[in-house]
């Protein structure tokens, strides 16, 4: 019997991580990536969820994302683990449960927090010892909310377009906002160090109404 959807606030950001069963790896080569990313479009435009930021690690994801109506993540979700679990198990001989166990959720309630979740997101190869610099990473958000180049899965939340030149344009049809406020959200001076940022955002995190 198929899990009922999880409800979220419309128009409210969610913090989504998923993690392979074991913390054993969910992307294998390039393909991988790829194939993950084309149905996380998918499923984003067919369930009215704006992608504010992401990153696709090896042994798992996240994804800040705002849906539009109540059950948009939850949709959005299963879209992709329908369709990128039978993939990874025809495409490699394997069986079974490729997730541990369904996706957590986060609300982001405020917009400091988003900035602060934007930037731990983008940030977790770094972290991890992946890359020396968040933009020499290929699967993630950054090079979009940073560099201003286009990622036709990232629509750019209004706060940080506010910040830039006015422009009453509608963000999910469009480009992305100014690259000097990109870059400034991404600075040293914007946002704590990575660790002390680490802990204030779990710290926060925890007092955020979770969805398990």
């Not at 990536?33 to 479009?41: E, G, P």
């Not at 996706?103 to 972290?127: G, Q, W």
């Not at 909310?145 to 377009?161: E, F, R, V």
Request: glycine letters at 6%; a positive charge.
């Amino acid at each position: 019997m198929p899990r009922k959807p999880r409800f979220f606030l419309p128009d409210v950001p969610v913090h989504v991580v998923q993690r392979g069963h074991s913390r054993e790896p969910v992307f294998f080569e390039e393909g991988d990536y790829l194939t993950y990313r084309h149905w996380l479009i998918e499923a984003a435009r067919r369930y009215d969820c704006a992608v504010h930021a992401y990153v696709l690690m090896t042994n798992h994801v996240h994804i800040l994302a705002m849906p539009h109506y109540k059950t948009g993540i939850s949709r959005m979700m299963q879209h992709v683990g329908r369709r990128y679990v039978p993939y990874i198990n025809h495409s490699y001989g394997t069986r079974g449960s490729l997730w541990e166990g369904r996706f957590k959720a986060s609300l982001v309630h405020d917009e400091e927090y988003l900035l602060t979740c934007m930037r731990y997101i983008e940030l977790n190869p770094v972290r991890a010892n992946m890359v020396n610099t968040p933009g020499q990473y290929r699967w993630s958000s950054y090079r979009a909310n940073a560099q201003g180049k286009d990622d036709t899965l990232i629509t750019p939340h209004s706060y940080i377009c506010a910040w830039g030149k006015p422009h009453p344009v509608d963000w999910r049809r469009t480009g992305h906002c100014s690259g000097r406020i990109s870059r400034m959200m991404h600075s040293e001076i914007f946002v704590p160090p990575v660790r002390q940022e680490h802990r204030w955002a779990m710290t926060i995190s925890r007092k955020r109404s979770s969805v398990n």
